[in-house]
């Protein structure tokens, strides 16, 4: 199976690292010398290798390890019961649901009353509002406007 561009290009660090098998090394040289756009990239990642050897090596801070070390202890035991954190956040979750459902529930029953309250007082003062346009010439705007509202108000009456 020959190799495509996109997986020279994903071995092809390895393959400078010297860490590519013999059979896959040779298929890399091989598609290398004939593909000019991995070629390319290899001479990119050369070029970046070199300028990366020219830096100095950094030596780590005295205790370095010792500290990190510890700080990854100190992490472990912070995070002892995995197994029970993995239970309970699911837990809360479900609870803070049916929390808020029932407060919601229990919101709405109380809006929902004072709402067809509200609706009941709306339609009287709608209808005694239009009985003080009781004296209006025919077919003038004003009985189009009272027939219109009225024939709203009965709809609206008509509702559980």
């Keep these: 199976m020959q190799m495509k561009c996109k997986d020279i290009k994903y071995r092809l660090s390895?393959?400078?690292?010297?860490?590519?098998?013999?059979?896959?090394?040779?298929?890399?040289e091989s598609h290398l010398r004939i593909c000019p756009d991995c070629g390319a990239v290899r001479r990119e990642m050369r070029q970046v290798t070199d300028l990366l050897g020219l830096l100095p090596?950094?030596?780590?801070?005295p205790f370095f390890t010792t500290r990190?070390?510890?700080?990854?202890?100190q992490d472990h035991a912070a995070d002892r019961h995995p197994r029970v954190r993995r239970f309970l956040v699911p837990l809360y979750m479900v609870s803070a649901l049916v929390v808020g459902f029932i407060i919601g529930s229990f919101s709405g029953s109380l809006f929902n009353g004072a709402q067809t309250t509200s609706s009941t007082e709306d339609a009287m003062a709608r209808s005694l509002y239009l009985q003080s346009f009781d004296d209006f010439p025919e077919a003038s705007i004003s009985e189009a406007y009272f027939t219109l509202a009225v024939n709203l108000t009965d709809g609206e009456g008509d509702q559980p």
């Excluded at 090596?57 to 801070?61: G, I, L, R, T």
């Excluded at 990190?68 to 202890?73: I, K, T, Y």
Aim: net charge negative; charged share 30%.
């Design 68 to 73: 990190l070390a510890a700080r990854l202890a």
């Design 14 to 28: 390895a393959f400078m690292d010297g860490r590519a098998g013999p059979d896959e090394a040779a298929e890399i």
């Design 57 to 61: 090596d950094a030596a780590p801070e």
